[in-house]
């Protein structure tokens, strides 16, 4: 029996192991235009990198804007500070013995849910 409870206390060790190793493997990213993780912003032209750099100085973010006018241009840190994902609402499942949508009066599993 002896040998059964270390085996045990092993196998838990062995399991908080694992767990560790998995959630130090996930890291979190500062939030964009911070200044841990600054929006990397390429562009061509000098009239192009004065008007963004006022822009990010408008809004407060913090930026690395490089001039390369033989390289395409990339802005989307700068679109994704404009326009953030806004998360989505998801509605509340109807329930079978909840009272129908349509306004009968009748439990949704007897009305509109058959």
């Known amino acids: 029996m002896g040998n059964r409870i270390a085996d045990i206390g092993r196998m838990k060790s062995m399991v908080d192991d694992e767990n ?9 990213t500062a939030k964009l ?25 408008e809004k407060g973010w913090k930026y690395k804007i490089e001039l390369e006018p033989d390289k395409p241009e990339d802005i989307s840190d700068l679109e994704r500070l404009l326009n953030p994902i806004k998360p989505r609402r998801v509605e509340q499942k109807l329930g079978r013995n909840e009272p129908c949508s349509c306004g009968s009066g009748k439990k949704y599993k007897n009305c509109c849910g058959q």
């Open 20 to 28: 560790r190793l998995r959630t130090a493997a996930l890291k979190k």
């Open 33 to 57: 235009g911070t200044e841990k993780n600054p929006a990397l912003v390429h562009v061509r032209t000098e009239e192009r990198f004065k008007e963004i750099t006022a822009l990010f100085k």
